[in-house]
């Protein structure tokens, strides 16, 4: 097989062990979905992402050790972080394609990245009662 560079990155934080860890493998062209399973099942932390380069930016994936996910915040700010100060990414703009949801990107503004991630109508459920009991009885107010 061949070698896969990966990172473990601390995102939300600027101090070794005080953020949410996301590991990040860089990929020149997708390996199979069982193959990228294993990697993240590997590294066993709760998301590992995975991009590949594009003509508009990269395409991206997140894995957790037992599934493939819709959307990640920490390992895309992770994948970000590697994109521009590992790779020396030029832009100050990162897009990213998704297969789940569609288009994001990340915009770099010093030392700081700002992700743009799509919004999502809220829904109104009913809590089932076994919830409840988790709750100590309490229930949520409508907002």
């Given at each position: 097989?061949?070698?896969?560079?990966?990172?473990?990155?601390?995102?939300?934080?600027?101090?070794?062990?005080?953020?949410?860890?996301?590991?990040?493998?860089?990929?020149?062209?997708?390996?199979?979905?069982n193959i990228l399973q294993?990697?993240?099942a590997e590294n066993n932390?709760?998301?590992?992402?995975?991009?590949?380069?594009?003509?508009?930016?990269?395409?991206?994936?997140?894995?957790?050790?037992?599934?493939?996910?819709?959307?990640?915040?920490?390992?895309?700010?992770?994948?970000?972080?590697?994109?521009?100060?590992?790779?020396?990414?030029?832009?100050?703009?990162?897009?990213?394609?998704?297969?789940?949801?569609?288009?994001?990107?990340?915009?770099?503004?010093?030392?700081?990245?700002?992700?743009?991630?799509p919004s999502w109508t809220?829904?109104?459920?009913?809590?089932?009662?076994?919830?409840?009991?988790?709750?100590?009885?309490?229930?949520?107010?409508?907002?």
């Amino acid at each position: 097989m061949k070698e896969i560079d990966i990172y473990q990155v601390e995102a939300f934080t600027d101090r070794l062990f005080a953020g949410n860890p996301a590991a990040v493998c860089p990929l020149k062209e997708w390996l199979p979905d069982n193959i990228l399973q294993s990697i993240a099942a590997e590294n066993n932390l709760s998301e590992t992402a995975f991009f590949i380069p594009t003509q508009d930016g990269f395409e991206l994936r997140w894995f957790t050790p037992k599934v493939e996910i819709d959307l990640c915040g920490h390992a895309t700010l992770a994948a970000s972080h590697v994109i521009f100060n590992h790779l020396k990414y030029p832009k100050d703009k990162i897009e990213f394609g998704t297969r789940l949801v569609g288009p994001l990107s990340v915009t770099r503004n010093d030392d700081f990245l700002t992700l743009d991630f799509p919004s999502w109508t809220p829904e109104s459920i009913t809590i089932p009662e076994a919830g409840i009991a988790g709750l100590n009885g309490l229930r949520p107010r409508e907002c």
